[in-house]
């Protein structure tokens, strides 16, 4: 099966803009997690989506939205760009039912997000 | 609320010679482990987990992992080191939401340096 995929690899963005990334699961994943890594607050839960409702969120400002699709492909979007938004998001999918916690998770190769 | 702790930045170790990257955790519950390995510039990659039954799992790439409950450990282990093994290793714990699904509450991270 081909793994998580993550479109772009990179960007770079400015202040004030507002940029949106796609993760697609693997193949009959229907549970898809996203996460932010920077090297100061390390990996943190954004939120996760299954059966393109929204079950979970982190904590994150409201800037941080996303949605999944009848596919379970998802997106994720930052509104008003700030600088410390710059980091690596990660899209992970898993198999899970709706209420196991034990299903692994996969992981993209994730999106670094550069902002100017 | 979980938490997990890798309380050594880095370790160092010489090809060949057997490597521990430790780990510990704070949960409710049962604990559900997970550890990961992240490549530069690459996403995470799943090394093996710990659900219940046997204290000793074995995972990818000859990785294994020591479960101790009175300890609350999970330390990774490896009997033989090599240069490839160099990277950057997270632990994490899974837990139920409330809406549902899971999320991982990962580690610092532990940058495993094996030198010739």
């Known amino acids: 099966k081909a793994g998580v995929t993550q479109t772009p690899r990179y960007l770079i963005k400015t202040r004030g803009q507002q940029v949106t990334l796609s993760c697609s699961p693997i193949?009959?994943?229907?549970?898809v997690s996203w996460y932010q890594q920077t090297p100061g607050q390390g990996l943190q839960f954004l939120f996760e989506?299954?059966?393109?409702?929204?079950?979970n969120k982190g904590n994150f400002p409201g800037r941080f939205s996303g949605r999944q699709f009848s596919n379970s492909r998802s997106e994720m979007n930052v509104s008003t760009l700030e600088l410390g938004d710059s980091a690596l998001y990660l899209c992970a999918s898993s198999s899970l039912t709706e209420y196991l916690s034990t299903d692994t998770q996969y992981f993209g190769p994730g999106t670094r997000l550069t902002v100017l | 609320a979980q938490s997990v702790a890798q309380p050594e930045d880095q370790v160092n170790v010489a090809e060949g010679n057997p490597l521990t990257v430790k780990c510990t955790y704070s949960v409710s519950g049962n604990p559900y482990l997970f550890w990961y390995v992240q490549y530069p510039n690459r996403g995470l990659q799943f090394l093996l987990k710990?659900?219940?039954?046997?204290?000793l799992v074995k995972g990818s790439y000859g990785f294994e992992a020591e479960f101790n409950k009175s300890q609350t450990s999970f330390h990774l282990k490896k009997p033989s080191a090599l240069v490839s093994d160099s990277a950057l290793y997270f632990c994490a714990v899974s837990a139920i939401l409330t809406g549902g699904g899971n999320k991982l509450t990962f580690g610092t991270g532990t940058q495993l340096k094996v030198e010739l």
């Open positions: 989506y299954f059966s393109e409702t929204q079950r």
């Open positions: 193949s009959g994943h229907r549970s």
């Open positions: 710990y659900i219940t039954g046997d204290n």
